[in-house]
């Protein structure tokens, strides 16, 4: 494809450095320039539409026109557009949003520090693990562990616990401070003849031959999403998380919990801690916290967390930290507006409620020539695609997103999956409506091969 020249995408090839594409590629090609949402869709302006079958970022929770998230944020505009939580100053919409995020949380947490990204939040969340092993008196104790495929962002320090290659290449990531252990994945990394349980233990003996390894007095933390997102929606085996958090206990390490994508019902529970049975130290949230409405993020701390960081504080003089957006009160009275939602709709049970027939729809994918396997939990899954001989990899997901996107559903395709993660306002029969257009783009991308 090329642009036509002076085109709205001729104007935006030339205007803008765009993330997570092949520039020079771009330059040609040009993007899908989107125009207008409404409920589950959204419409390019071309006038054609689609299902957002990714809800954005995997964070669109309410839908693309929710009037009320509109009202709150003219409501707030119009009171007070900007104030700051600096020096002693603060402004009720974060007040409100973090008492809010208190009561919600699944598991005691006691204080709650505001950012505009998960990013950001998973990056400030890294210093103060830093700033808290100091406040204890042990420097030494600065090491983090993440996951091979986890994401948490592409800061320096968030970009570093991510265990992705694309977020490190050229960049001179990861940080010498952040390791990787295995990912959880039994069906892209489970050896032939392993069983799960085999698997499952064989992950988390190397996990603590790792903090052995590396001097479990040197480690502070492990990080992790309860499910992984962007890795391509891999769901642990059962035991995995209990595992873990035994040896993390057993060796002082704390456990941040990345609730970026599961967080507010994606899982089926308000937590992918509570589906996953995981008691974390801190919770990192974003994206559906304002449906992405607008940026902004959280840092929810437990006591055990908070407590060093206060006193070292004091005997500073300063918690040496903040954004100029930290708990940005329009940003914070959209979230509060969209939490409200979220649960006067009861978003988490129709997250749990379809989730049976989102399992049946994908698995019945599954069975395509071209297909692999299936895997999902709540409203997020994944359709693993057969490898295609004698290409790169990733070529049979991309052809398959590209034909799905023909057929009017926006999909991700990470490796050789394809993505899903609709709005969790979708209904049964949209689902269906999105399966049934997948399903011809797969019989479309068969065709095109025989
Ligand atoms: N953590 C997780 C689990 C994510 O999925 C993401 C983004 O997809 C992030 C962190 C980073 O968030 P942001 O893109 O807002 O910086």
Redo the contacts with the bound molecule.
């Keep these: 494809m090329s642009v036509r020249p002076n085109s709205l995408e001729a104007r935006d090839a030339a205007s803008q450095m765009h993330p997570m594409v092949n520039l020079r590629q771009y330059e040609k090609s040009g993007g899908l320039i989107i125009e207008s949402g409404e409920g589950i869709y959204v419409k390019d302006i071309n006038g054609k539409r689609y299902i957002e079958a990714m809800a954005g970022?995997?964070s669109v929770a309410v839908g693309f026109n929710e009037p009320r998230l509109k009202e709150a944020a003219i409501r707030q505009m119009d009171k007070l557009p900007y104030y700051h939580t600096f020096s002693y100053k603060s402004h009720a919409p974060s007040i409100e949003l973090a008492e809010k995020l208190l009561q919600m949380a699944p598991v005691p947490m006691s204080k709650v520090h505001f950012t505009s990204?998960?990013?950001?939040?998973?990056d400030l969340t890294c210093k103060m693990v830093w700033y808290r092993s100091n406040a204890l008196g042990k420097p030494e104790k600065k090491k983090i562990i993440g996951r091979e495929k986890g994401?948490?962002?592409?800061?320096i320090a968030?970009g570093s616990i991510t265990g992705l290659a694309r977020n490190h290449e050229c960049f001179d990531l990861p940080l010498d401070r952040m390791k990787h252990t295995s990912c959880p994945s039994y069906v892209h990394y489970g050896k032939t003849g392993e069983t799960e349980d085999a698997f499952t233990q064989r992950l988390l003996t190397e996990l603590e031959d790792l903090i052995l390894r590396e001097g479990p007095e040197t480690v502070a933390a492990f990080w992790g999403?309860p499910v992984?997102?962007?890795g391509g929606v891999l769901i642990p085996p059962a035991g995995y998380w209990q595992g873990v958090q035994a040896i993390l206990r057993k060796y002082d390490i704390l456990l941040v919990a990345?609730?970026?994508?599961?967080g507010f019902g994606r899982t089926g529970k308000m937590f992918g801690c509570e589906t996953l049975g995981i008691e974390p130290d801190v919770m990192?949230v974003?994206?559906q916290i304002s449906s992405s409405y607008m940026?902004i993020?959280a840092i929810l701390v437990n006591d055990r967390f908070y407590q060093p960081i206060a006193d070292e504080s004091a005997r500073l003089g300063v918690f040496g930290h903040g954004f100029t957006a930290s708990g940005h009160p329009v940003a914070s009275a959209v979230a509060l507006e969209n939490l409200k939602i979220i649960e006067e709709r009861d978003l988490v049970g129709n997250a749990a409620r379809l989730s049976a027939h989102f399992a049946e729809r994908l698995a019945h994918l599954a069975k395509h020539t071209l297909a692999h396997s299936s895997r999902s939990i709540g409203l997020i899954g994944a359709l693993e695609l057969a490898p295609w001989e004698g290409t790169a990899t990733g070529s049979a997901a991309a052809a398959i997103a590209a034909a799905a996107e023909e057929e009017g559903v926006i999909l991700r395709s990470v490796g050789e999956a394809i993505c899903f993660c609709p709005p969790m306002i979708i209904t049964q029969s949209q689902l269906d409506d999105m399966f049934d257009a997948v399903g011809h783009a797969l019989d479309k991308v068969a065709a095109r091969r025989e």
């Design positions: 970022l995997w990204s998960g990013s950001e939040a998973n994401y948490h962002g592409v800061t968030s999403e992984m997102g962007a990345d609730e970026v994508i599961c990192v974003s994206k940026p993020s």
